[in-house]
């Protein structure tokens, strides 16, 4: 029982984790961001975009979309 319990605790502990990693990736971007990195004016628009609608998705509680639109975000950052 006790095991279980344990189990239970700890999956738990790992899916909140996931869920508010949101903050982190979008602080890589701004990071990133402030370095100026070379790119053109549509790409750079569009990483600004992608780091909204990141944001956005993570404050509406879409986790999964937010960390999809950062990752699209740090890509396109060559991160």
């Known amino acids: 029982m006790k095991k279980l319990f344990l189990a239970l ?3 738990a502990a790992a899916s909140t984790s996931f869920a508010h990693g949101c903050p982190g ?3 890589a971007v701004d990071a990133k961001l402030a ?3 070379k790119m053109t004016d549509a790409d750079m628009a ?3 975009k992608l780091r909204a ?3 956005a998705a993570h404050k509406a509680g879409q986790h999964t979309e937010s960390m999809r ?3 699209e ?3 396109m950052l060559g991160l």
């Open 53 to 55: 609608d990141g944001e």
């Open 46 to 48: 569009k990483v600004k």
């Open 9 to 11: 605790c700890l999956s």
């Open 73 to 75: 975000a740090k890509k």
């Open 69 to 71: 639109l950062l990752a």
């Open 25 to 27: 990736e979008m602080k």
């Open 35 to 37: 370095t100026a990195p």
